[in-house]
């Protein structure tokens, strides 16, 4: 059954795997905007640009580890944020059963979880994996800042 349906009050908790993609998302096009920017259009004379070989491999690399590393960071809170809503959900519902069954918690300490600790673990994990990407955004800045111009063409 979904989230949504047997504990709606746990929809907005749900929602941070889904903002954290988006955020990775924006990553790559912060990195394309920049590496955007570093093109140049070849000379009209001439026709021949000023963007190197290296400038290129550079920007290759640039966009390649942004783009990996979010892969990677997508994948794990993916996996995580499914595991984390299961968990979290199933123990929602596990509490609901207790206190049908009279086991509130004030008669001998039998339940005295207020059910948020693992979900502030499944939100812990999730900002670890959410920091790959972010490595990976850093190391592609990085990366973009190299610059290899090609000199003056003696013909």
Known sequence: MAMGIRSPELVMKNIIPVV???????YGLIVAVILNGKLSTPDSDTGYTTYSQFSGFA???AGLCAGLSSLASGLAIGISADSGT???GAQSAMAASWKKMGFTGDRG?????SGDSLFVG???????AGNLGLYGLITALILSQLDGSCGDIDE
């Open 20 to 26: 954290m993609a988006g955020v990775l998302g924006i």
């Open 59 to 61: 920007h290759l690399a």
């Open 86 to 88: 299961r968990a979290v």
């Open 109 to 113: 300490g039998q339940v005295t979880s």
């Open 122 to 128: 499944t939100v812990l994990i999730q900002v670890f």
